[in-house]
């Protein structure tokens, strides 16, 4: 198992990466390949520094830096000695089972649907979030701003990616898909809305419960909540700010507002390309890092990418 590592992604990079890995490898028995990509004279002082030491701890020089403003597809074409480019190149030639990164979320998207492609006869990839919910477990809500727009049958196919991540990755046996809306009724909601719920009442592969309002995130009325891009970034985006909320209420320590910290999740899987690609908040800490990781080592060991690419085949 190869996973690849953007160490200069990040506004603390190359520090909370290597801090990350110490903590994953500190924290975990299993045999996984990290290959570390980033500038060595930036990122080896740090490494001798926390003592990071592996056999299973491999560097791969990267001297250039694609930085948070630069334009991502021109940035990832002028910059092939990047981390990032360099990165989705290993991912490409199977030098690498996954690849992660907490920088230019852009250059990452590009990176993912150029150089590694979407499964086939999937529109459009999408990126997906976790939703804590009050029971204690957890849901799914895509898409959280790749496609501000989109088709029903896109929304669809998210539906199906989402299910897909629900049972494999989240261990939720037939998790239900509910589409986000104003109102619970069928009928309800803008243009997209109506013509996507006949598209997924009709999908044998999901199981849909109907609408979903917004009162309905965080209890345990569906497992997979989908949306258009826009709709979900917006809903990612308040449901980030709580923790920082709680945090200036003193409430941080409460058991239920403190699952919204980022740093709990790692990172947002980009679901319907070919291999597993995890994109990192750009505050990402140690702990945010060392999620990362595992979460990439999950989606590996699921076989989450291929069973995707099964039931799209299936379909």
């Known amino acids: 198992m190869n996973i690849g590592i953007d160490m200069m992604g990040g506004d603390f990079a190359p520090l909370e990466a290597v801090k990350g890995i110490l903590l994953y490898l500190n924290n975990s028995s299993n045999s996984v390949n990290i290959y570390c990509i980033g500038d060595e004279n930036l990122v080896q002082p740090l490494v001798k520094e926390y003592q990071l030491s592996s056999p299973n701890l491999h560097f791969v020089h990267a001297p250039e830096i694609i930085g948070y403003h630069e334009h991502p597809t021109k940035a990832l074409k002028e910059k092939q000695k990047s981390s990032i480019a360099i990165g989705f190149h290993l991912l490409a030639s199977g030098k690498l089972d996954a690849f992660i990164s907490a920088g230019n979320t852009g250059a990452m998207l590009v990176g993912a649907m150029f150089s590694i492609k979407a499964i086939e006869g999937v529109s459009r990839p999408t990126i997906a979030t976790i939703m804590p919910k009050l029971n204690g477990q957890t849901g799914v809500l895509l898409d959280v701003g790749l496609n501000a727009d989109c088709k029903p049958e896109v929304l669809n196919q998210f539906a199906v990616l989402g299910s897909l991540y629900a049972e494999h990755i989240l261990g ?57 891009g826009f709709t979900g970034n917006i809903v990612l985006k308040m449901a980030e700010s709580f923790y920082d909320i709680a945090k200036e209420r003193n409430l941080s320590n409460d058991s239920y507002l403190n699952r919204f910290h980022y740093e709990n999740y790692g990172g947002t899987p980009v679901l319907g390309v070919a291999k597993p690609v995890i994109i990192g908040h750009g505050i990402s800490n140690d702990k945010a890092f060392s999620n990362m990781i595992a979460l990439a080592e999950k989606m590996i060991s699921s076989d989450i990418c291929n069973k995707m690419a099964a039931s799209f085949k299936a379909s």
Do not use: H, W
Request: with cysteine; proline share 4%; hydrophobic share 35%.
């Open 172 to 228: 939720i046996q037939q998790p239900s898909v509910g589409l986000i809306n104003v109102g619970e009724e069928e009928g309800k909601g803008n243009i997209l809305a109506q013509a996507t719920y006949p598209l997924l009442k009709e999908n044998k592969q999901i199981r849909f419960i109907g609408n979903i309002e917004g009162r309905d995130f965080f209890n345990d009325k569906a497992d997979v909540m989908v949306c258009d």
